[in-house]
């Protein structure tokens, strides 16, 4: 909430200053201030570089223009020519999308497996990286962090925490090498900045990530830096509303007959629930559904839909709803879609912070209408 307030030393603002400059002044062609130069270096950026490092808890970040520029740096910087990464099979299909790309080039060896199958420990012989994403997009499946950390046999863990943010899980504090978000979702949280982080747990591997999004020119602009600082400091507040809209929501759409599964983490019956609730501090406010009438179904339930806007993303103010078959997911072969559990009937719900009645009475006549070919 606090960062960077109150520290601007040239006019006393309480709210730090946007810098848009990209030129900073050399007083001799040797003498160079802290800034030099935007890409590398920009007080804005740096401000939530600080902010995100602090909540984290890690020795460094940084802030890149979006989320899969972080995960390219995270690529770049722990996988060697043709060095393997072990990757959960049911990541946000851009992920998947950069991963798969950079294995057909060759330019490194991607495995795919489930996290919580007897894969997993044969797909880490030789590995460079680890790439968890927890929960998983779409299907908020939970990776034990700790666990992977302990099977890790020397390879670096990068988790991606987009759907938790630093409030609700704190991947460094149980072992894992670097943080990895999405900023663009709940962390600048208004649905107006596209945005990445990558957080480092020590100082040696900051310096090195830092170096490389300068080096490939991954670095975020200052005014989103400026936007996402901003939403940084009512995250916590949003937070509180997220998780009531959610439960309320939950509440609501239980056992509705529409419904062949529910997923969301806080129900007891979800099969990671007890993970969930030790590793996390809340259980978030993405909630996936699949309905029993599979893709018909789906156009049931958007026809005439309210208050929810069909559209990608999530994390944001606004209540949102995806088909993540054709929309976020669709760089995935139907092969990976099918092995990471995603179906044409399934959507996701981003809830968001209005009032929970409304929410909860759009749900309810959309998955009435989702049903009525289903009897
Ligand atoms: N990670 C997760 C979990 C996501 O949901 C997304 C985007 O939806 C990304 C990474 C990629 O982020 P961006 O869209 O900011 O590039």
Redesign the pocket.
């Known amino acids: 909430m606090r960062a960077g307030l109150g520290t601007d030393t040239s006019v006393g603002a309480v709210v730090p200053p946007i810098h848009l400059s990209t030129n900073y002044l050399f007083a001799t062609p040797e003498q160079r201030g802290p800034y030099d130069y935007s890409r590398s270096v920009n007080p804005t950026r740096d401000l939530l570089n600080e902010a995100l490092a602090a909540l984290e808890g890690g020795a460094g970040a940084s802030v890149v223009a979006?989320?899969?520029?972080?995960?390219l740096l995270i690529l770049e910087t722990e996988v060697p020519q043709g060095g393997v990464v072990v990757c959960q099979h049911d990541?946000?299909?851009?992920?998947w999308r950069l991963i798969n790309h950079l294995h057909q080039q060759r330019r490194l060896k991607a495995r795919f497996v489930d996290f919580a199958s007897p894969d997993f420990l044969p797909a880490l012989d030789g590995a460079s990286l680890i790439f968890a994403?927890t929960p998983?997009?779409p299907l908020l499946r939970i990776t034990d962090i700790t666990a992977v950390v302990e099977a890790s046999q020397g390879a670096k863990v990068v988790v991606?925490n987009?759907?938790c943010s630093p409030l609700l899980q704190q991947p460094l504090s149980l072992g894992a090498d670097y943080v990895?978000?999405?900023?663009?979702?709940f962390i600048n949280g208004h649905s107006d900045v596209?945005?990445?982080a990558l957080v480092s747990r020590t100082a040696e591997d900051a310096e090195r990530v830092k170096y490389l999004a300068n080096a490939f020119g991954l670095t975020g602009s200052a005014f989103d830096s400026y936007l996402t600082l901003r939403g940084l400091r009512t995250l916590d507040a949003r937070l509180r509303v997220h998780a009531a809209n959610t439960a309320g929501i939950i509440d609501a759409i239980s056992g509705h007959p529409a419904l062949t599964a529910l997923h969301w983490p806080g129900l007891p019956d979800h099969p990671d629930h007890d993970l969930a609730a030790l590793q996390q501090s809340g259980f978030g406010s993405i909630v996936t559904i699949d309905l029993t009438g599979g893709r018909p179904a789906v156009d049931r339930f958007l026809d005439g839909l309210e208050v929810f806007h069909l559209a990608?993303?999530?994390g944001g103010v606004e209540s949102l709803v995806c088909h993540p078959a054709t929309m976020?997911h669709a760089g995935m072969t139907q092969k990976a879609r099918a092995e990471a559990g995603i179906t044409d009937g399934m959507l996701r719900i981003s809830v968001g912070l209005e009032a929970q009645e409304a929410l909860i009475s759009a749900l309810v006549a959309a998955l009435d209408r989702a049903r009525v070919e289903t009897r």
């Open positions: 979006t989320g899969l520029a972080a995960v990541v946000y299909g851009g992920t994403e998983s997009n991606d987009t759907f990895l978000h999405s900023t663009t979702k596209v945005g990445g990608e993303s999530l976020t």
